[in-house]
């Protein structure tokens, strides 16, 4: 059982920019996908950004390209998504999750593909 805990959400203005982290319970991000997602009130959970550790491959939603980052601090067992130019439209409850890696067969943008998910954090961004 893979334990998950997101921090770092707030309020923040237009244009500006937070790090997200996610400290997780695990030895070794081996072997793991991890990834972030969003839900906004009334709206379904939304794929952000999402990471294969082992092959250090990353894939981005089209409203994160440019503006957020994945990485992750193995020795510290945080991942962590740095978000910049943040518009209101990216205000919604921001979680972490995490998947073994089933291999290039396996889709990292599909939620219902991670087993471990965190609490979520809120961010919300004002005009």
């Known amino acids: 059982q893979v334990q998950l805990e997101e921090s770092g959400g707030g309020l923040v203005q237009a244009g500006d920019s937070l790090r997200l982290s996610c400290a997780a319970s695990v030895r070794t991000f081996n072997n793991y996908v991890m990834g972030w997602f969003r839900q906004a009130p009334g709206k379904e959970r939304e794929f952000v950004v999402a990471?294969?550790?082992?092959?250090?491959?990353?894939s981005y939603a089209d409203s994160a390209k440019g503006r957020f980052t994945i990485s992750g601090d193995n020795a510290k067992n945080t991942v962590y998504l740095q978000m910049t130019s943040l518009k209101p439209e990216d205000t919604a409850v921001y979680y972490c999750?995490?998947?073994?890696?089933w291999g290039l067969g396996m889709s990292i943008t599909k939620p219902d593909n991670y087993d471990y998910w965190g609490q979520g954090t809120q961010v919300t961004v004002s005009s």
């Open positions: 999750a995490f998947s073994r890696d």
């Open positions: 990471i294969r550790w082992s092959r250090g491959s990353t």
